[in-house]
T-cell receptor, first 114, second 113 residues
């Protein structure tokens, strides 16, 4: 049982390049989230999807787009990468929308933009 | 300015010592969660506290939610090297829109053998 799987684990991009971060879950959870983690700033929500077919902006959505492909998969796209997007990106899932239930995280994608 | 302030940011102690880390805010939170994150992995939920004044224990870890639901603490008794990690608090503030979960910046704990 893999839980939440993120690919790739590491990526180096040049400024202006594009890429898509993939996230897949086998937990049958409805809600999926993309966070970025930067030193001294905790985890910040980029986008989330409460259910298949819906997406909403989080705290720091600028420069990103998302697609909820189906119940299992939620991808994050950087159309034109910038050095400020150097970060560790985490995908997370939750069974519903109640914030008393736990978030289940993947192991992250470490992105460097030069 | 972080909605949730964690202190200390870094803590290095010897095996067997006790420690407390804090999570403070000027806002009222509906609930608070504590996560632990190990290098190269995502955070894992330790506990959720919901009621003001609530105390929960998880083996050597004791979690408390403040009476006014603006702060929380994590106390570890007789720390072990396996407790090493980044401890994150997260909560839903009554002030933020959409019941958004806010994370603190974390406390990096190192327990030396």
């Amino acid at each position: 049982n893999a839980g939440v799987t993120q690919t790739p684990k590491f990526q180096v991009l040049k400024t202006g390049q594009s890429m898509t971060l993939q996230c897949a879950q086998d937990m049958n959870h409805n809600s999926m989230y993309w966070y970025r983690q930067d030193p001294g700033m905790g985890l910040r929500l980029i986008y989330y999807s409460a259910s298949e077919g819906t997406t909403d902006k989080g705290e720091v959505p600028n420069g990103y787009n998302v697609s909820r492909l189906n119940k299992r998969e939620f991808s994050l796209r950087l159309e034109s990468a910038a050095p400020s997007q150097t970060s560790v990106y985490f995908c997370a899932t939750r069974v519903g929308l109640s914030y008393n239930s736990p978030l289940h995280f993947g192991n992250g994608t470490r992105l460097t933009v030069t | 300015t972080q909605l949730l302030e964690q202190s200390p940011q870094f803590l290095s102690i010897q095996e067997g010592e006790n420690l407390t880390v804090y999570c403070n805010s000027s806002s009222v939170f509906s609930s608070l969660q504590w996560y632990r994150q190990e290098p190269g992995e995502g955070p894992v939920l330790l506990v959720t506290v919901v009621t003001g004044g609530e105390v929960k224990k998880l083996k050597r870890l004791t979690f408390q939610f403040g009476d006014a639901r603006k702060d929380s603490s994590l106390h570890i008794t007789a720390a072990q090297p396996g407790d090493t990690g980044l401890y994150l608090c997260a909560g839903v503030s009554q002030e933020t829109s959409g019941s958004r979960l806010t994370f603190g910046e974390g406390t990096q704990l190192t327990v030396n053998p």
